[in-house]
């Protein structure tokens, strides 16, 4: 006779979980239920840091005459040893321009020199 030797049951048989299959919504649904519980612990690190609050800057409105951009506005306002691309940049994020083009007759804030 030979012995056997027998072996930690499986876990579906202790469980009776025997046959028991997840589907595509259950997957889906124990997917979505990880997605929310982790998603607290992914945004626990993250903090944001404001530095000191910018001084106001004077400005005035200007309407836009044919063949002005905004390279010669910053030619205006630029300080000295100041970059003009920067000033341009500053310029759109100011008046929330997605790009450099102006129309004739658009209202942009400029600096006062």
Do not use: C, I, K
Request: aromatic share 4%; proline share 8%; charged share 15%.
């Amino acid at each position: 006779m030979a012995a056997t030797v027998a072996g930690p049951a499986p876990a579906d048989g202790v469980l009776g979980l025997d046959g028991l299959r997840l589907t595509a919504r259950g997957r889906f649904a124990l997917a979505l239920a990880a997605l929310l519980l982790a998603a607290p612990l992914g945004l626990w690190g993250v903090s944001a840091v404001a530095g000191s609050p910018h001084e106001p800057v004077p400005v005035q409105l200007h309407t836009v005459a044919p063949g002005e951009t905004l390279w010669q506005y910053a030619e205006q306002v630029a300080g000295p040893g100041q970059d003009l691309r920067d000033v341009v940049a500053d310029l759109r994020d100011l008046n929330g321009l997605r790009s450099s083009e102006l129309r004739v007759g658009q209202l942009v804030v400029l600096p006062r020199e």
